[in-house]
């Protein structure tokens, strides 16, 4: 199985803040990378496919970029509803593998 | 609008058994794959099990696997997992996800989510 290994487990920041995510996978998934947002109780959203295609309505201070094992999820300037907990995942072959999450509070 | 309704959730005790059921609208289901997809209290994302869109295909994590079973009926538009030997571990809430594409499994939308607890 490929191991996906996201990093920090849990930031703090501000309204306005740069924040980048990163995600390491066990081997080479290019281009294979997806980026969820959660908010507590409410099911997972997409945010970026395919390592750095923007979902359709995601704002555009979401981007994704990475290749081979490397990825980055980047928001631009935080806003207040961006503070949730983000995962990235595989889709490169079954099982799909998921990030273990990143918890961005203020 | 793509529209993922989870059914079929509740209390079972270890060594039982449920069927999830999904209801799906909005798109032509049986051109993608599904997925399902669960979350433990508190815990994070685990993939559980994806099927083509033909059901001729089904892959499963391992630490479901010979336990559980996914399905669809296409001529229903509802996905199925048959959930048997149930693990106290097995709690969380289940999603079904719809592929992004009509190739390949991957999980782009998902439904609310219906709880699964298991406990004696």
Known sequence: ?106 | EVQLVESGGGLVQPGGSLRLSCAASGFTFSSYAMSWVRQAPGKGLEWVSGIVDSGGSTYYADSVKGRFTISRDNSKNTLYLQMNSLRVEDTAVYFCAKARATIGISTQEWGQGTLVTVSS
Do not use: N
């Open chain 1, 1 to 106: 199985d490929i191991q996906m290994t996201q990093s920090p487990s849990s930031l703090s920041a501000s309204v306005g803040d740069r924040v980048t995510i990163t995600c390491r996978a066990s081997q080479s998934i290019t281009p294979y990378l997806q980026w969820f947002q959660q908010k507590p109780g409410t099911a997972p959203k997409v945010l970026i496919y395919t390592t750095s295609t923007l979902q359709s309505g995601v704002p555009s201070r979401f981007s994704g970029s990475g290749s081979g094992t490397d990825f980055t999820l980047t928001i631009s300037s935080l806003q207040p509803e961006d503070f949730a907990t983000y995962y990235c995942q595989q889709s490169s072959r079954t099982p799909l593998t998921f990030g273990g999450g990143t918890k961005v509070e203020i």
